[in-house]
């Protein structure tokens, strides 16, 4: 059985409106070269605060730009009282270090989630603004009724935006968890022995049926393209036919994340 995400996106875009009715929430997006898939991911983040009466203001800079000038940049908008939160696009061009950048965000102002301060909150486990694919995908198993406490979790890809944080808070949820990468020995060992596997690897219909058992919960948060810019998952099609539920892509994890930026948005300027 497929499950999706757009009524979950839907609940959550109606829950902002009526949060920035009487208010003005400010998100800055700064977006660096002309990465196409880039550009998309923000017109739909754009997208979503036009339908949620959130002000978005997106700063294109140049590939070529220095990283002087993106810092002094992300400066003016920690500094900008009318900036409620900032997102750093990735991927940057090459010569700038994305962390660098990302750390010099002010971290009451990180709407992903994801600078030092935030993760480090997460690992402690206090309150505070959590990444936000990691979100999608706990929000999404739980409006499901999936229970996650004392689930054995599989995670594929252990990247600081996905796997590392989700692995925190799949174990603050009281799942088992075992995070999988590039030098894990029996990739295929450790999917089968998941009750709830998530493949966030990058790699299209990389996880194959074989890999899968019939009573596995499957959330796919893989995003990729093929030459004429169909979308895939990590998981084939197959895979998620034999799976007890996998999450569908396009529609699933992906349609949720950009609600959580702005979920994120609104705990920022509710803690300001
Ligand atoms: P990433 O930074 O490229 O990390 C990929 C991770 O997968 C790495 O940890 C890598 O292991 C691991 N990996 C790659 N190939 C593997 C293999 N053959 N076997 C085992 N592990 C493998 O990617 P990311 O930014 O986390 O994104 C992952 C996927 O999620 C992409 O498809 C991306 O588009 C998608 N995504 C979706 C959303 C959403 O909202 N749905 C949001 C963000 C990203 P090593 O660490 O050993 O290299």
Do not use: W
């Not at 971290?107 to 480090?120: A, M, Q, R």
């Not at 919960?217 to 893989?222: E, L, P, R």
């Amino acid at each position: 059985m497929l499950i999706y995400g757009r009524d979950i996106r839907e609940q959550m875009k109606a829950d902002i409106r009526h949060f920035s009715a009487d208010k003005t929430l400010t998100m800055a997006i700064v977006i660096i070269g002309d990465d196409q898939p880039s550009h998309t991911y923000v017109k739909g983040i754009v997208k979503f605060a036009e339908e949620t009466g959130v002000k978005v203001r997106v700063i294109h800079l140049s590939a070529r730009e220095e990283e002087n000038t993106v810092l002094r940049t992300i400066t003016e908008l920690n500094e900008n009282p009318e900036i409620n939160g900032i997102m750093l696009q990735k991927p940057v061009p090459q010569h700038l270090d994305a962390n660098k950048i990302t750390n010099a965000i002010a971290y009451n102002k990180d709407v992903e989630g994801i600078h030092n301060f935030n993760l480090g909150k997460l690992i402690s486990r206090q309150e505070g603004v959590k990444p936000s694919t990691p979100k999608a995908i706990i929000r999404l198993l739980k409006e499901h009724d999936i229970e996650i406490e004392g689930k054995k979790v599989t995670i594929v890809g252990r990247s600081t935006i996905v796997g590392n944080p989700l692995a925190v808070m799949m174990t603050t949820e009281n799942a088992t968890v075992t995070l999988c990468h590039t030098r894990t020995k029996d990739l295929k060992k450790e999917i089968l022995n998941a009750d709830i596997l998530v493949a966030a690897l990058g790699k299209k219909n990389f996880i194959t049926a074989e890999m899968v058992r019939e009573d596995t919960i499957i959330i796919d948060a893989g995003i990729n393209f093929d030459e004429n810019g169909k979308m895939f998952g990590d998981v084939d099609e197959a895979a998620k036919e034999k799976a007890a539920i996998a999450s569908a892509v396009p529609g699933g994890v992906g349609v949720i994340t950009v609600a959580e930026l702005f979920d994120n948005l609104k705990e920022i300027y509710k803690n300001k």
